[in-house]
């Protein structure tokens, strides 16, 4: 189980990285920070947006604490496709309303 999650780590992270999206990378965990400043808009919006207009789900980064301003969570623990494709879905997102 712990190398799946960290194969389902390292493909988003890498992705989010290429993106310039990504905050840090986990080392026990199995969720992804990933920023949202460029966009703007305050976690809350943003993943309502993301789920409406994407179809992806991921967790406000205000929901975590004062830290989690600009950032959202992206779990890992969902299957490996799913995953990437979310991540490119996210990205995209993030870069069309930059």
């Known amino acids: ?3 799946s ?8 992270a890498t992705l989010l990285d290429e993106a310039g999206l990504l905050v ?8 992804l920070l990933a920023d949202i400043s460029p966009t703007g808009l ?12 994407y179809g992806v789900a991921v967790a406000p980064g205000e ?17 490996q496709v799913n995953l990437e ?3 490119r879905r996210f990205a995209q997102a993030v870069r069309a309303w930059t």
Do not use: N, Q
């Open 1 to 3: 189980m712990r190398e």
């Open 5 to 12: 999650y960290r194969r389902r780590r390292d493909a988003a």
């Open 24 to 31: 840090s990378r986990p080392h026990g965990a199995f969720y």
């Open 42 to 53: 305050d976690g809350y919006e943003f993943c309502k947006r993301l789920i409406l207009e």
């Open 63 to 79: 929901t975590f604490g004062p830290g989690g301003h600009g950032k959202v969570r992206i779990s890992l623990a969902t299957k």
């Open 85 to 87: 494709e979310g991540t």
